[in-house]
Nanobody, 123 residues
Framework: VQLQASGGGLVQAGGSLRLSCAAS????????MGWFRQAPGNEREFVAV????????YYTDSVKGRFTISRDNDKNTVYLQMNTLKPEDTAVYYC?????????????????WGQGTQVTVSS
């Protein structure tokens, strides 16, 4: 599976962005998909995950109520809708795919990674 993330950019605090992650291959619907982020000087951290069917989602506490993960298996794409953005959301955002777990927050469980897209939130 090859992943291509897009949709990042510069936005003011309180604004919104929608990230997309397009996957190649015919088995996208078998993969759990996650979003992670990494700010300068920090480790990569979990943001959100969605199960292969879309029926189960999970978020890190800092984005609950503001971010929504979704997927369209017909389009081989997973999305991250980010609302009410804060300066502390500034990071490079990565999408990732794995097949062993329904939902996992551990980046070590993910087999495939996209290249990352920069999100910058100004105050």
């Amino acid at each position: 599976v090859q992943l291509q993330a897009s949709g990042g950019g510069l936005v003011q605090a309180g604004g919104s962005l929608r990230l997309s992650c397009a996957a190649s291959g015919r088995t996208f619907s078998r993969y759990t998909m996650g979003w992670f982020r990494q700010a300068p000087g920090n480790e990569r951290e979990f943001v959100a995950v969605i199960s292969w069917s879309g029926g189960r989602t999970y978020y890190t506490d800092s984005v609950k109520g503001r971010f929504t993960i979704s997927r369209d298996n017909d389009k081989n794409t997973v999305y991250l809708q980010m609302n009410t953005l804060k300066p502390e959301d500034t990071a490079v955002y990565y999408c990732a795919a794995e097949r062993l777990f329904m939902t996992t927050t551990d980046p070590r469980d993910y087999e495939y990674w996209g290249q990352g897209t920069q999100v910058t939130v100004s105050s």
